[in-house]
């Protein structure tokens, strides 16, 4: 059977998990951009188009790839992959660009802490190059491996996304800043059993992912309102 044509294992997971992430990271932006936008808010600047717009932009082209496999299409899969990394490339300056515009904002509105949100600005860009540059090196090797570390790096886009959500709830601190990031993490403990199921062990990249990430996210909003970080980060984003 052609190379192009073979559907790849646990295909279903990765396709059905996909449009999940997608659904609900549209559903946490309707009152703080899509109402706003539609209704003439001026209130938003072009940065902050061009950041959702490629954001946007790679979350519905995961969903697409993700049917492709799941059809067998991989060629077109790979060429469409271009037009993922150029998305990445993308997303990185404007991710960057942003988080720095927004901690100077928050200077501006002399918030306590503006740079509290600043550590998961920059552990979210971090996360997400290195899941998904990783995954574009496996991506001729280990196809198993490139699959979870593109699921990771969607992961990562998911819990900024609905964090639009979580803080609008009236859940006290530090719940309220570790829920957004743990229920993307639900996923991943998702993606072991499905693991467990389809290749009778947890692969080493969800095993990876699931030691690190999600103990990480437990201690991050301690991490982002200490003193240690709020002294160091000023001169981390340009502003020392």
Same mark, same amino acid.
């Given at each position: 059977?052609?190379? @192009?044509?073979?559907? /790849? ?9 996909? *449009? ?11 009152? !703080?951009?899509? *109402? ?46 271009? /037009? =993922? ?15 720095? !515009? ?7 509105? @002399?918030? +306590? @802490?503006?740079?509290?949100?600043s550590l998961y600005n920059l552990a ?8 998904? =540059?990783?995954? %574009? ?28 959500? %979580? ?21 991943? %403990? +998702?993606? /072991?059993l499905h693991d467990r199921r389809k ?6 990249? !969800? ?28 001169t981390l984003f340009g502003f020392g």
């Amino acid at each position: 059977m052609d190379e @192009q044509c073979i559907p /790849a294992r646990g295909k279903g997971f990765f396709a059905k998990s996909a *449009i999940l992430i997608a659904v609900l990271v549209l559903l946490s932006f309707p009152v !703080t951009y899509f *109402i706003p936008l539609a209704a003439g808010s001026k209130s938003f600047t072009l940065l902050r188009h061009l950041h959702g717009l490629a954001f946007f932009g790679w979350i519905g082209l995961y969903v697409v790839q993700t049917q492709l496999v799941r059809k067998g299409n991989i060629r077109l899969h790979r060429e469409l992959g271009i /037009a =993922g990394v150029a998305l990445a490339g993308a997303m990185l300056p404007l991710g960057l660009w942003q988080a720095v !515009t927004s901690a100077g904002e928050r200077q501006v509105k @002399q918030m +306590a @802490q503006p740079f509290e949100f600043s550590l998961y600005n920059l552990a979210d860009i971090l996360i997400f190059s290195i899941a998904f =540059g990783w995954a %574009i090196y496996e991506v001729t090797r280990r196809i198993e491996w490139h699959r979870r570390l593109i699921f990771v790096a969607a992961l990562n886009l998911f819990g900024p996304a609905f964090s639009r959500v %979580i803080l609008r709830l009236p859940i006290p601190f530090p719940w309220s800043d570790m829920a957004p990031n743990l229920v993307a993490d639900a996923l991943l %403990i +998702a993606l /072991a059993l499905h693991d467990r199921r389809k290749l009778g062990r947890i692969h080493p990249v !969800t095993l990876w992912a699931v030691l690190v990430l999600i103990p990480f996210h437990a201690v991050e909003p301690l991490i982002a309102r200490s003193s240690f970080w709020n002294a160091i980060a000023p001169t981390l984003f340009g502003f020392g």
